[in-house]
């Protein structure tokens, strides 16, 4: 199973990114979804997450500003990101919940995208 992201680069300050991050391999469902990003010098935080049922949660620095959305039937999480701000810089990471078989539930991470935001 692999997730791979796709979508970050140079946004300028006001501005909209959108990323995409699509789960692939041989498994049974495709659970949560989320997106988290690291700054430099700062903790990894949790953006934004999404259910299979497309239960939302946001944490507060991005609420009205970023959209998290999903495709089950690709099996990929979106994350429109609008009115950047210089300190949405960061690597945005995706995270999947995933059933491999239906005993087995595992945590899977994409690559990291790049996303640096321009004043």
């Known amino acids: 199973v692999q997730l791979q992201a796709s979508g970050g680069g140079l946004g300028q300050a006001g501005g909209s990114l959108r990323l995409s991050c699509a789960a692939s391999?041989?498994?049974?469902?495709?659970?949560?979804m989320a997106w988290y990003r690291q700054a430099p010098e700062k903790q990894r935080e949790l953006v934004a997450s999404i259910t299979s049922t497309n239960s939302t949660k946001y944490t507060n620095s991005v609420k009205g500003r970023f959209t998290i959305s999903r495709d089950n039937a690709k099996n990929t999480v979106y994350l429109e990101m609008n009115s950047l701000k210089a300190e949405d810089t960061a690597v945005y990471l995706c995270?999947?919940?995933?059933?491999?078989?239906?005993?087995?539930?595992?945590?899977?991470w994409g690559q990291g995208t790049l996303v640096t935001v321009s004043s």
């Open positions: 995270y999947a919940q995933i059933r491999g078989t239906r005993f087995t539930l595992n945590d899977y």
């Open positions: 391999g041989r498994f049974f469902r495709v659970n949560d």
